[in-house]
């Protein structure tokens, strides 16, 4: 019995680290903003995330979105 729970309890320390290592990798992309544009999904070029810290739009669509405003 010992060794099942022995067995299970590797498992749970297994699930908890691979959680904290997603959860750091959402934290991270989160600083450089979404890889992709959260109005058409296209990918967002790696030099506009860096020119804008933190944008969630392609070029096309932060300009439209801005237009609308
Ligand atoms: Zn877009």
């Known amino acids: 019995m010992g060794d099942i ?3 299970a ?3 749970t320390d297994a699930e908890i680290r691979h959680g904290i290592r997603r959860a750091q990798q ?3 992309a989160g600083n450089k ?3 992709e544009c959260a109005d ?3 990918d967002i070029p790696e030099a506009r ?3 804008v ?3 969630t739009r392609c070029v096309a669509c932060q300009e439209a979105h ?3 405003k």
């Open 66 to 68: 801005e237009k609308n």
């Open 49 to 51: 995330r860096c020119a």
């Open 5 to 7: 729970i022995d067995r």
């Open 26 to 28: 959402q934290a991270s």
């Open 53 to 55: 810290p933190g944008c």
């Open 9 to 11: 309890a590797k498992y």
């Open 40 to 42: 058409c999904g296209e």
């Open 33 to 35: 903003g979404s890889a």
